[in-house]
């Protein structure tokens, strides 16, 4: 199958699914033990699925479960394991020598800092400067390499001898994760606060989770991935500026079903 | 409290305890709950959270939470995270530029590659050998830090610039966890297979651990820290060489209570 | 401290606060490790905490953790348990005979079967009829108990005899929470969806949570209690509807920084 | 598959293999991750997992994911539940009216509440008593169900009516669990310790468990279920009863290679 190769990310990295478990159908026969019924048509999984997706009711998510095999480098995959939920185990650099494999970006690929937000980083760099900065990353990590060779031939335990391996250099993890936290993760690592690496790896994931569970991706695309959390203050402004009316007439037209316009009115309006 | 001073771990890092909630009456209260029953004496307590442990009814040290704020390099803290049911907020390389400051081992605390057990360092290395390699990591880290402060000179974003830095440098965090599963990171950490670096944390923590929940720490020591587990084919060949009524006069004899015997009989020779 | 009394829910429950760790402050301090920076005004970190909770930065809210002694109907305990990060000591029925105290609402708290959601009791039953069925209640569980200990006396062990118990009858527990996810409980719980008997408890705790961590109960009611996800499709039709220059207005005269208009705008329009 | 099959448990409940997702080959692939080296023979497999297993290096096991149909009473399902890394989805009695269907015991299946141990049952009833206290938990169940009807014909919203429906009645539910936790769900819930109700369930799964992983199957009950573990005091006692030789001479006779040998001598008399 399609979704088992394995799929390049960034310079030397990879994603590969290595297996699944559940489908679409299984997330709504899953709900169905909650809600009574049996078997239904696809239409209606899809539909159920919307409406689960929508109301939040995530633990049917839970039930569909994917393990993949990941090339990552270390400052990537530091961040992937902020996210508790999944199972991993990864390369160990106390048992293995790693390879000299580091993440190389090109010059154009290199981002300047971000002013408005500090954490992100935001425009290229001119390009003479660039390609003398990825010069430089290519020669501090080759230099970090070499010593770390030196270490070991000089007998140091491989344990100690990492120390001076930069948070640039690839490593490799096994990475098992329910559905319902994997699209959390998906939300939080495709949006554009996230570090455009890591964000390269997210897309990757999306590709292969869009053909598994398609149902479930359009919900999530359509309710998570580009949905907006309103405040109080903004509701209140937003009901000041457009009549109930206004608004039903509006989303009717736009095709919704009654019952999903009775929703999004009391989200604003209170029932 | 002298608790909440930093106690210095490594050349440059420390743990400090940030704050405490429960004590081992808690844990007493918390196991009185389910088994019916109110306040006891202090002595009554220690007897209750033996039992508790030695019988694996862990529930009720979950009832007892610890923060820490912890400087740590980054290979320590990429262990320490492992243990997923913490609580972890760390200083992040893409907001802040991170300080100079690496895990440089003296040359004394240099491990050779241990043999045996491919993972672990053992054993030092000859003291002219040692010096060298000390001196080696010393210059990779200032050359990588070099690298790094280039780099952001030249308009790199931080997030992009951090990746020529080595997994060496400190990292800092506060890491909240609950009693029970604190006890078994140290189960794991102060063990002879964990990295000589992050045991040196676990014992920092020990000794907080230690002073804020007494009893609980002598039976962690008696039943988990000091034990051992038998797998049946060991059981056998124990239950084959030692007689039921031999092995309980020694215990008996070794002041353990009749129904401790009992207890110790049963896992050999069954019921 | 007011807040370590027993507060009377529902005929028979309580909620009692039996200990807290950390407040706003920590909360704050939490973040500015990731941030970098030290110690601020209490109207900083009211600033920061709502940062925190509108840009769902959660790690920081788990610093905080709650303890709390609970009795409530055993089928109030099978939804609150749902919730599996907690940690939970109850009473077991294995080990002590319950006492007789069951849920018994009045006449008038009965409420009809909901014809629109399945799944919420709405409206109140006519007064007669509402009281027979209180008291067909009440003699049911009479019945019941009258059984369990008949049963008892008989010399049934308690883990049998009390399958006859019902759902209705009290249990008691230790209940640990972090406030991330306590608040995520309370959001669920307090939703209007929510069953009626539960929602009391949440409100209850409501009351606690608020005085000991009034910044983050602010900024939790303004945007996430009191907030609304808005799908794709219903981002374009408001989009529509109001202009960017008409909702920017308002939202200054509402009194919104500039920045905070910002956010929102983008939500809509995109940036 | 016959492991499809549902797995008839007490009188009305059962147990379902709805899907499994990796086998004791994947376990070791994602093992050697960490430690490098490809695919090898399921030999070399076998003892891998093994040293896995008795190493208590867990997180391989995690790799391996069964979902489960179960229908079992509630106060088996609220013993169940207390595992909380597992997905849950289960029948909701608001959303849906229960059938009728409770656990009654036969009367040779009623036990005597435990002297020795206060929470489990032991031992038979004079079987002229027994049959009447099965009448009695059959006639008390009736009734329980006949005034839940009567709620549900008055009108009474079924969230509210189900407050009469004794523990003993059946749910269900899809339950998925990883391999490492539903061991450790399986060594809980098969000791004798575990109430007889909750073990019928444990031991279906467990047939079902041993022929998907064979090797980890064995590997858990050589150094998990049939193990022991020893306190320092009981180390102490062992070690002065027997002799360093003469144990390896036993252990070397009853067929552990050198490398276990010198692992079980560690843990009694140190390296």
């Known amino acids: 199958m399609a979704e088992f190769e394995s799929i390049p990310v960034l310079d030397k990295g990879f994603v590969r699914l290595i297996d699944v478990m559940g489908d679409d159908q299984r997330i709504a ?21 919307d409406y689960l997706m929508r109301n939040h009711h995530t633990s049917p998510f839970e039930m ?9 480098p270390i400052f990537v995959a530091r961040q992937w394991f902020r996210h508790r939920t999944a199972s991993v185990n990864e390369i160990s650099a106390r048992y293995s020598v790693l390879d000299d494999d580091f993440f190389q970006p090109a010059a154009e690929e290199l981002r300047g800092q971000g002013a408005a937000n500090k954490q992100v980083g935001e425009g290229n760099l001119p390009s003479s400067e660039a390609a003398e900065l990825a010069n430089l990353i290519k020669r501090s990590n080759e ?22 391996l930069p948070v640039g250099i690839y490593t490799q ?12 993760f998906l939300k939080l690592r495709l ?8 964000r390269a790896y997210a ?9 598994v ?15 907006a959390s309103f405040s109080r203050a ?13 608004l039903e007439t509006e989303l009717r037209e736009s095709g919704l079903s009654r019952s999903r316009v009775e929703e999004t009115l009391r989200k604003i309006y209170g029932s």
Request: net charge neutral.
């Open 29 to 49: 026969a899953a709900a169905r033990v909650s809600y009574g019924g049996g078997a239904k048509s696809k239409r209606e999984d899809a539909a159920l699925i």
């Open 64 to 72: 569909v479960e994917f393990t993949f095999h990941v090339k990552a």
């Open 143 to 164: 230099s970090s390499y070499a010593a770390y060779e030196k270490l070991l031939e000089g007998g140091l335990a491989r344990e100690q001898a990492r120390s001076v």
């Open 173 to 184: 993890f096994y990475w098992k994760q329910d559905l319902h936290n994997l699209l959390h």
């Open 191 to 198: 949006d554009w606060h996230a570090q455009a690496e890591i």
């Open 203 to 211: 897309e990757a994931i999306s590709g292969i989770v869009k053909r």
């Open 213 to 227: 569970v398609p149902a479930s991706w359009r919900a999530f695309e359509e309710h998570a991935l580009h949905s």
């Open 234 to 246: 903004e509701l209140q402004a937003i009901s000041r500026l457009v009549s109930r009316e206004t």
